[in-house]
């Protein structure tokens, strides 16, 4: 299917558990972003990467690792879980490379850890 | 740095109702601006955009204009419906800024009929 994918959609883990969020796009966009979405805060963005083998740290990173070896994939993952990483993500792609950068979304993975 | 700022919510309307969500920002650059609509349940989608000063972004009834005089891009749309309930979220991108986008905390839109 054409478009951006997330998964698993709902995942429960525990603390300290390593948890990996993953996400794919077909269109090849070039630029990918996480993001997280709590009550009171908004959007905030983790990571994200202009182009394969290419990541930079958002506004909260700690406690994340991402990796982008393909264009199309762009996983999150939590090394060792808190509560406080408790939240919906976002996985986010863009065309990148003029000043539209319209960002396309995907449905969201919802997090809960125990 | 950039930023954006949106009316705080929650905003309630009774259906047919004229709707206004304020946004203002901040930027360097001459940004391209964006609202963005999320449904419960969803990731967010892109309602409508403008590009450049004094240009119309429109979409489903919903409209919102460049005004880069008062570094503003309101939301309208002139009779809510009960399936417009949502957050819509304000957000700004800069050339040069790596991809990224700027986004507001959201506003989060309930229409009862």
């Known amino acids: 299917d054409a478009g951006i994918t997330q998964s698993p959609r709902y995942k429960i883990t525990e603390t300290g558990r390593q948890v990996t969020l993953m996400c794919h796009q077909t269109?090849?966009?070039?630029?990918m972003f996480w993001y997280r979405q709590d009550l009171g805060h908004g959007l905030r963005l983790i990571y994200y990467?202009?182009?394969?083998?290419?990541?930079d740290k958002g506004e909260v990173p700690d406690g994340y690792v991402v990796s982008r070896s393909k264009t199309e994939n762009f996983p999150l993952t939590l090394e060792s879980a808190t509560r406080s990483q408790t939240s919906v993500y976002f996985c986010?792609?863009?065309?990148?490379?003029?000043?539209?950068?319209?960002?396309?979304f995907g449905p969201g993975t919802r997090l809960t850890v125990l | 740095g950039d930023s954006v700022t949106q009316m705080e919510g929650p905003v309630t309307l009774s259906e047919e109702a004229f709707l206004t969500i304020n946004c203002t920002y901040t930027?360097?650059?001459?940004?391209?601006l964006f609202w963005y609509v999320q449904y419960p349940g969803e990731g967010l989608q892109l309602l409508l955009k403008?590009?450049?000063?004094?240009d119309k972004g429109s979409n489903k009834g919903f409209e919102a204009t460049y005004r880069k005089e008062t570094t503003s891009f309101h939301l309208e749309k002139g009779s809510v419906q009960v399936s417009d309930s949502a957050v819509y979220f304000c957000?700004?991108?800069?050339?040069?800024?790596?991809?990224?986008?700027?986004f507001g905390d959201g506003t989060t839109l309930t229409v009862k009929p």
């Open positions: 269109w090849s966009h070039s630029y």
């Open positions: 403008a590009t450049k000063a004094d």
């Open positions: 986010a792609s863009s065309e990148g490379g003029t000043k539209y950068n319209e960002q396309f």
């Open positions: 957000a700004l991108s800069d050339q040069g800024n790596a991809g990224k986008s700027t």
């Open positions: 990467s202009a182009a394969a083998d290419i990541t």
């Open positions: 930027a360097t650059g001459y940004p391209s």
